[in-house]
């Protein structure tokens, strides 16, 4: 077997059960790919002798059973394809989105561009611990952003404005936090219990909920495994921009700062996330911060 091969050392190239073969992991970014490219994949499985593929919870597709030997070849087939090798390895693996503004009816903010960019910018980069990035347009968190790593949750925070609120209900009805009652015949918002999903703010019969915009809460440090752990909140920012300005420096400060050997999740009060937290705020422009805005019960 040729240990020595530059492609074997990849992170998408993993050694199976049986070390006579290997687990082939494709590149692809939100889990989107052509449906040329997904027959490429097929055509290249075939060509390579793989009994099937595999769809993985990273939203990429592997190729089991491929003979070592053979590494080089199917690396340069999969590149061809636009599906190139991937990682898995202690580097910044697929980021994986959910569908998001384009097809979801819940989407606040469009996921897969997002992914896109992000993985554009980061993908495959060596890093002392492995760096999952997932990304949910809204909080329902279809794609469980808060158990990454780095976490993005697309949110809308709803606005009463000035208006004749008829008191019908309808946004109480559509509300699953309860953050929304009828008092003296008005609608009232209880920010505590809102996780602003923006549901309400399309609910309105009369369109008195309004949107404060699209914002993009990041969080850091998340993980699943044996020990699963919710990710801390790190900032909230107002546009993608922002977001790939934060990511970025989110990861190189793992870079610099985290050690091999254990999960990101498990250092984190030891590298004074409250401090970096501080940093990274003091980094953003005021303008990219999400301002909260004060709940107007006014009728
Ligand atoms: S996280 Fe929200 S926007 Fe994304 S698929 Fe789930 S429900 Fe839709
Ligand atoms: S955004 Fe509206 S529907 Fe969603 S939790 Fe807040 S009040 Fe309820
Ligand atoms: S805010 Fe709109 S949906 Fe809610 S009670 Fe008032 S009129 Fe009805």
Redesign the pocket.
């Known amino acids: 077997m040729r240990r020595e091969n530059a492609v074997h050392m990849r992170g998408g190239v993993i050694t199976e059960r049986d070390p006579e073969y290997c687990t082939i992991r494709t590149r692809i970014p939100a889990g989107v790919i052509s449906t040329g490219m997904l027959r490429g994949i097929a055509d290249i499985a075939d060509t390579y002798q793989a009994p099937y593929v595999h769809l993985t919870t990273r939203q990429t597709i592997e190729i089991p059973r491929i003979d070592p030997n053979r590494l080089d070849e199917i690396s340069q087939s999969l590149g061809q394809n636009g599906t190139p090798v991937g990682s898995e390895r202690d580097e910044v693996v697929n980021v994986i989105?959910?569908?998001?503004?384009e097809?979801?009816?819940?989407?606040?903010i469009d996921?897969i561009s997002l992914a896109r960019e992000i993985d554009r910018r980061l993908f495959g980069k060596e890093m002392p611990v492995k760096v999952r990035i997932s990304i949910?347009?809204?909080?329902?968190?279809?794609?469980s952003p808060m158990l990454n790593e780095i976490g993005i949750?697309?949110r809308i925070q709803p606005i009463r404005t000035p208006g004749t609120c008829t008191g019908c209900g309808t946004c109480v009805e559509y509300c699953k936090e309860e953050a929304i009652s009828i008092k003296k015949g008005v609608s009232v918002l209880d920010p505590a219990k809102c996780v602003q999903?923006g549901t309400c703010v399309r609910s309105c019969p009369f369109n008195l909920l309004k949107s404060s915009g699209e914002h993009y809460l990041v969080s850091i440090g998340g993980r699943r495994g044996r020990h699963p752990r919710i990710g801390k909140e790190l900032i909230v920012v107002n546009s993608p921009e922002a977001v790939v300005d934060v990511v970025e420096k989110v990861v190189q400060w793992v870079y610099r700062r985290a050690w091999s050997g254990r999960l990101l999740s498990e250092q984190l009060d030891e590298l004074q996330f409250e401090k970096f937290r501080e940093d990274i705020r003091s980094q953003i422009p005021a303008s990219s911060v999400f301002d909260a805005v004060e709940m107007d019960q006014s009728r």
């Open positions: 989105a959910c569908p998001g503004i097809r979801c009816i819940f989407a606040n996921s949910s347009a809204c909080p329902n968190a279809c794609t949750t697309g999903c």
